[in-house]
């Protein structure tokens, strides 16, 4: 009796670990894609981010990434990029200007969490560039909310919850590898 106590006890303790940790499995990074983009884009700035819409927003893109959230993105941000980086090294495209497109992003995020998830070579105005499609969301990683209180009613003496969303809006990037100017932006909000 003693032996499957010490056995339940051990159990709990190592699910209350795997369960107090961010991750609790590793983070696939297989669904990333850097890819060839041929399509010609329209003449007009109003024109192109109406295409980068249709393109790159209004598709299924944030359904192979359920599982990021505002708690663990920072965890896969850097795992993203390096993915992204290798897969276009591997493809021979210009992975220097992906990596500094992709720090660009990151330096100017904001209160963000951003993680870029595809990367698509192509033509802007005749210039090559970088798409670079990132699922994103307000960061409110560690804040709290309260619940709502009635007036008149006291507030319960109850710690806030804690908060995570999903990362689930998109935004596409468009930058020109030679001097890393944004030459073309959409998202979903």
């Not at 609790?24 to 109003?46: L, M, S």
Request: charged share 20%; net charge neutral; aromatic share 8%.
């Amino acid at each position: 009796m003693n032996r499957l106590k010490i056995i339940l006890v051990l159990a709990c303790l190592a699910a209350n670990c795997a369960a107090s940790s961010p991750l609790q499995k590793p983070i696939p990074t297989e669904a990333t894609v850097v890819a060839q983009f041929d399509e010609k884009f329209p003449p007009t700035p109003d024109a192109v981010e109406k295409f980068l819409g249709e393109k790159f927003i209004r598709t299924s893109t944030a359904d192979h990434f359920n599982f990021l959230n505002t708690d663990n993105w920072k965890d896969a941000v850097g795992l993203f990029q390096e993915a992204l980086v290798a897969q276009a090294k591997k493809k021979e495209l210009p992975y220097s200007a992906l990596r500094r497109s992709l720090d660009t992003i990151m330096s100017e995020r904001e209160d963000l969490a951003i993680v870029p998830v595809a990367a698509y070579m192509t033509k802007l105005a005749g210039e090559e560039a970088w798409i670079v499609v990132c699922l994103w969301e307000n960061d409110i990683a560690g804040k709290s909310l309260a619940p709502p209180t009635l007036v008149g009613v006291p507030a319960k003496q109850t710690p806030p919850e804690k908060i995570s969303l999903g990362i689930a809006h998109i935004r596409v990037f468009v930058y020109k590898t030679k001097d890393n100017a944004l030459g073309a932006f959409a998202t979903c909000l």
